[in-house]
């Protein structure tokens, strides 16, 4: 990733208020249509500022502090030896699934799609820079700077070709309808606190017949989410979502996706969708 683009590159993104064209104008996008203006992070547009500090959502509020204060540090373990596994094995439960693993199914079910792809919340472009090939460019999004940043740097020294990354909700994506061929949404899906809405913005953005892969949580019985305690604790907090399947299952109908493929991995899903 580039430490500048041109205006041609930022041409696909669109105003995420009222999805109208935006104008490159150093040192942001600005939309002509409502005004807005949205400022440029070295080459990462930044779709939620101004005004993140009056957003009423409770994790981009935590995420937002995280990437003002003294823990930025912490997107640097993102894809470490101890954070994934650690994760994986806390919700999924022991020897279900793995980075590599999940970077090679998402690879699998996106083998026959050419165009762009959708990465909802990317954070460090973990799967995008797994994805992204000199013929396919990836799109990724997520509401923390400092994973944006984490990854773009990543990007810049493998030397990856056609990964562009924004600052944004993936309930109000900024680009067109029907752009992208496909779109991941791995690891995150249980984080957000309307995942219906999330889907069908996600289902905006997608052409007819595209797929929508990624990985979310389950209320099963392996990890530590098949004890009461645990389970009462993510509930309380109010940070993690368990989806129980038949749920799962209607808000991607609800959301406009169809041919539900589920793998199941202990108390997680690997799930594979199919946009009407």
Request: with cysteine; charged share 20%; hydrophobic share 45%.
């Amino acid at each position: 990733m580039k430490d500048t683009l041109s205006a041609e590159e930022y041409a696909v993104y669109v105003c995420p208020a009222c999805k109208g064209s935006l104008e490159f104008q150093p040192p942001g996008l600005c939309c002509p249509a409502c005004s807005r203006l949205y400022p440029l992070e070295g080459s990462i547009p930044d779709f939620l500022a101004p005004g993140i500090e009056q957003v009423a959502d409770p994790l981009i509020q935590r995420i937002n502090h995280v990437d003002r204060g003294s823990l930025k540090w912490m997107a640097g373990l993102y894809e470490g030896r101890l954070w994934y596994p650690l994760v994986i094995r806390m919700f999924l439960g022991a020897n279900t699934t793995s980075l590599a693993d999940l970077a090679g199914r998402i690879g699998s079910a996106l083998d026959a799609a050419r165009g762009p792809v959708l990465d909802a919340a990317c954070g460090t472009a973990t799967f995008s820079r797994r994805v992204a090939s000199s013929t396919r460019k990836v799109f990724g999004i997520d509401i923390s700077m400092a994973m944006l940043q984490t990854g773009a740097g990543y990007v810049r020294h493998e030397g990856q070709p056609n990964i562009h990354l924004a600052r944004a909700r993936v309930e109000n994506l900024p680009f067109p309808a029907e752009f992208f061929d496909s779109a991941i949404c791995s690891g995150a899906l249980h984080l957000f606190p309307d995942p219906r809405a999330a889907l069908a913005e996600i289902a905006r953005a997608l052409k007819p017949g595209a797929r929508l892969v990624g990985l979310t949580f389950l209320a099963g019985q392996s990890g530590l989410v098949r004890y009461a305690w645990f389970r009462e604790r993510l509930k309380k907090r109010g940070t993690i979502r368990l989806f129980e399947l038949p749920e799962l299952v209607e808000d991607f109908e609800q959301a406009g996706f169809t041919h539900f493929q589920p793998q199941f991995m202990g108390s997680g899903i690997f799930f594979n969708v199919q946009k009407r």
